[in-house]
């Protein structure tokens, strides 16, 4: 592949400009994926030992998380050099690696561009608190105090406290969303929009098929500096933040959410375009996610996929509550395209914050594939690894150390991914000592077992994925007819002539529904399908689905 042209990549997406859609993507969390030389941190070299093992799931891509220069006071999140590895992940060209790699085994490669802020190690940062003058003064959000001193708004940060920092060089105080150490860039500058284009460009030259974009709706703030108004108490919704954190007292009205976005966006699409490149944008919002999910992903212009916080829920989702989760998408996003995740980076492992069976496990793994989107899987979720348990001396995640022990932070779903369950470290890092603990609760389902094991979970997602593959109204078709009875959950998937009836028992009892009307096929007998009798009766086991083709 020529990396400086980009000439092997325009070859590899000429395929198909829409493989995105209804596309299986696997997120790799690279520190704790696989070490490859040793330090107790995972690495891109480790990526592409393991690659092998998640094309055999046949997932479409792979996401990567943040692997750039980084001071890692988030753990990558704050960017000091968009254009460059960081030496803990390896090279550019252990980089080029994973592509070669990826490629080859007919995986395509996303990476995770954190956009809507920098580290304040950013030599751009550096430069524009220098003084007020300079070039890249109004590169980042910058305002003058109150009179009485106090911030220019009422804005807070995810991680506690005010969204302002006063800087004693400028005499101003900075945005940052996030810590005080990832100032927020302005996106009302055209310089600022235009580097970051350029940074989305060298990533595509190098061979990327596309982008997951951190915290999409967050890039642009309101330029008049309005004050958030109140959110009222029963309309907090904490799915973005812990309930502990005043951030969820806001209606974020003013410091992210503007329609200026959507003009970025658009100039994003267009760099994009020649590439047959894809972009999935997480929306971080709890109130609009679904709104700004179908506002984002409209029309031909803007991004292929978003995806909002509805399916990483705390509770458990039952039928009622899916069914008005999609009949929320068909009413806001009916032109656009979501993309489904039941685990990430971010929240406790879905297995432990549903507290799920097997079995249940089993049924919502279907159920993903057979829902009208794309969809994310987090490592290790295809083992059905709970979240791990870290205690406070371990804790590395600042959100974890500044909320315990009411919230204890994200480091319990970043723990490290066995593949050995004999290794003390689960086959992860030879060191003595990996960043985060490998959990003991978690050897016993490493991938070595697993594939050892006919009963495990990874032998059903790789069903799921390939189920979902050889149905293209699965993967591309219009959803309809969507009810519920009880616990069951039924639909239509249609893609031209082809139909399928998809239900699911979302419940802990059996249940009995009538089959639809016509002549059906029972599909999906390797998912535990079940099928209609004679009498055109569905008898549903718990956390069973039924699959049907239109004959």
Known sequence: MNASTGIGSMTHLAKDPDWWRGAVIYQIYPRSFQDANGDGIGDLLGIVRRLPYVASLGVDAIW???FFTSPMKDF??????????DP???????FDAVIETAHALGVKVMIDLVLSHTSDQHPWFAESRASRENAKSNWYVWADAKPDGTPPTNWLSIFGGSGWQWDTRRQQYYMHNFLVEQPDLNFHDAEVQQALLDVARFWLNRGVDGFRLD???FYTHDAQLRDNPALAPEDRNSTIAPAVNPYNHQDHKYDKNRPETLEFLRKLRAVMQPFN????????????GLEIMGEYTAGNDLMQMCYAFEMLSGAQPVAGYVAEVMARVAEVAADGWACWAYSNHDVQRHVSRWNLTDPAARMFTTLMMCLRGSACLYQGEELGLPEAEVAFADLQDPYGIEFWPEFKGRDGCRTPMVWEKSNQNGGFSTAARPWLPVSGDHLGRAVEAAEAD???????????IAFRHAQPALARGEMTDMRVEGDVLSFLRSHGDDVIFCAFNMGEGNAVIDAPKGDWQAIGAELNGAHADASGKIHLAHWQPCLLRRA
């Open 88 to 94: 803990m992940f390896g090279s550019l060209a252990d």
């Open 277 to 288: 490149a894809a972009a999935v944008g997480e929306v971080g919002e709890a109130q609009r």
């Open 215 to 217: 915290t999409i709706n």
């Open 76 to 85: 990558g999140y704050d960017v000091s050099d968009y254009c460059d590895v």
């Open 454 to 464: 006919p009963a495990a979970l990874v032998h059903h997602y790789r069903r799921a």
């Open 64 to 66: 990567i998380s943040p």
